[in-house]
């Protein structure tokens, strides 16, 4: 394979004037801008010194066990970033809005590394690196990531950002860069996050290659096995789910690889699968995880659609009542109504007031029928009765007039009242049955057939009403039925 945009042999660097890739060479020298024609120095390329740190690192004496419980302790704490990177991200990453900001800091902050490259200057621009390099093309990332290499002091920086050009170029297929970027590198640091960097990049090359054991060996079979940084830890297992499909543990990948969909969306794992491109990774497990949420998705629509059908059709059941139930509606308002207004009426008229309960028709109608000289209007007599000087029970009788007029003469001197409270026998006969209580059942026969009228009239609007409600709700149950037959 012949030379790439990673290859470990060109040196491209970021010019300090405008920002543009330059092409310079591993011997260094003076170079032009092809852009602004700035003319910049550059010293030999040297990795000397990170070579011999990287074999001493190689074959440190720190036991693997030692190692990963420094990792496995550095994984549950949360990454330290500066507040001042960290204002930038967004769930831990770039949003495309702020990148112009970010870049312009970038450039900023390399001047001030050209003064003085203090460790919080460094810092920060090794993190406005790392957060811009995903949004550069190809060739700006490359300068972007080799420049940053070339003035960062700090190793462990210099680790991270070789780690991401070895992925790069692995991710090209530029399987001989990819090992000269990582060549410098520690492949065993006690750092977390260089720890992580390594395995992506060095699971990256692997899994390119098709050597699918080393893939599981970096990154183990199961998600707890390796302790990964959170930022990078959903792409390594993508390339770990992967290597799982190619090593005949179909199963495992699609059941973890659901597990990730559920947890963070079919979009976004989509999303890091891509960013491995042009590498093609999980493609069954995948696809299988897709299907099921696909499949799950449409259970749900059918659910929510079968409910909807079911909802409209009890609001339209209620919408149309039986002809029995109308009926006992209009009896029981009925009854309720001649009740309420009987017992009022009677009590007022005829109980407080002392009159014919319906101004004289009553009693015309009534009256020859209790004796022959009985005769309009009732006279109406009440009196309390106290016995043993605290049971008090009151009375009340009702009489009709006698034809001759006596009666209402007796009436006007309170005689016909004294007379009705010693129980004078010759007032029986003129007296009506049942007193109050006839009054009332009377009045209440009187009011049911008007009282009848007007329930029904209620009714009857109360059913207008529902059949224009009951036209609209069918229109909905149609449409509601239309959406339940798309799912079949
Ligand atoms: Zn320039």
């Not at 297929?173 to 990049?201: C, I, S, V």
């Not at 002809?323 to 006992?328: A, K, M, N, V």
């Not at 016995?387 to 009489?399: A, P």
């Amino acid at each position: 394979m012949g030379q790439t945009l990673y290859s470990h042999a060109l040196r491209i660097l970021t010019c300090a004037q405008c920002g543009a890739p330059l092409d310079a060479s591993a011997e260094g020298g003076r170079f032009t801008c092809a852009y602004c024609s700035a003319v910049s120095s550059f010293a030999r390329r040297d990795e000397s010194a990170d070579l011999s740190a990287a074999s001493a690192g190689r074959a440190a004496d720190v036991s693997e066990q030692e190692r990963y419980a420094r990792l496995r302790q550095q994984d549950r704490q949360p990454a330290a970033i500066p507040d001042a990177i960290a204002a930038l991200l967004v769930d831990g990453h770039l949003p495309e809005d702020r990148v112009a900001n970010a870049e312009a800091q970038w450039r900023d902050v390399r001047s001030q590394i050209a003064i003085t490259p203090s460790f919080p200057v460094c810092e920060r621009f090794f993190h406005l690196t790392v957060i811009l390099a995903p949004h550069f093309d190809e060739r700006r990332r490359r300068a972007a990531l080799e420049t940053a290499v070339e003035l960062l002091p700090d190793a462990g920086h210099r680790h991270v950002l070789r780690c991401m050009l070895a992925r790069e170029a692995a991710r090209a297929r530029d399987f001989t860069a990819a090992e000269a970027w990582l060549a410098p590198a520690n492949p065993r640091p006690t750092d977390l996050e260089q720890d992580t960097a390594y395995r992506l990049a060095a699971a990256t090359l692997a899994s390119a290659r098709g050597d699918y054991p080393k893939v599981v060996e970096l990154l183990g079979f199961g998600r707890d096995d390796v302790p990964l940084e959170n930022r990078t830890e959903v792409a390594c297992w993508i390339l770990r789910i992967d290597a799982l499909e190619h090593l005949g543990r179909e199963a495992d990948a699609i059941a973890e690889m659901n597990d990730l969909v559920k947890q963070w969306g079919v979009d976004r794992i989509r999303h890091t699968i891509g960013l491995h491109a042009p590498l093609t990774l999980c493609e069954r497990s995948f696809g299988d995880a897709v299907g099921r949420a696909a499949a799950k998705q449409q259970a749900n629509a059918r659910g929510s659609a079968e409910a909807e059908v079911r909802a409209i059709e009890v609001k339209l059941e209620q919408l149309s009542p039986s002809y029995g139930r109308l009926f006992s509606q209009l009896m029981i308002g009925t009854a309720i109504l001649t009740f309420l207004f009987g017992s009022v009426w009677t009590c007022v008229l005829t109980g407080m007031i002392e009159t014919d309960p319906l101004f004289g028709m009553h009693a015309r109608v009534l009256c020859p029928r209790i004796c022959d000289d009985c005769v309009p209007p009732y006279l109406i007599e009440s009196w309390s009765t106290t016995t043993n000087g605290n049971n008090t029970s009151s009375s009340t009788n009702i009489y009709c007039s006698d034809a001759a007029g006596r009666m209402v003469g007796m009436e006007a001197n309170n005689q016909l009242w004294l007379d009705a409270v010693n129980g004078a026998p010759w007032l029986d006969r003129y007296e009506v049955p049942g007193g109050m209580w006839t009054m009332w059942f009377t009045i209440m026969a009187t009011f049911a057939p008007f009282m009848l009228v007007i329930v029904f009239a209620l009714k009857l609007r109360g059913a207008l009403a529902r059949r224009e409600q009951r036209a609209r709700v069918a229109l909905d149950l149609e449409a509601a039925r239309a959406n339940r037959a798309r799912f079949g």
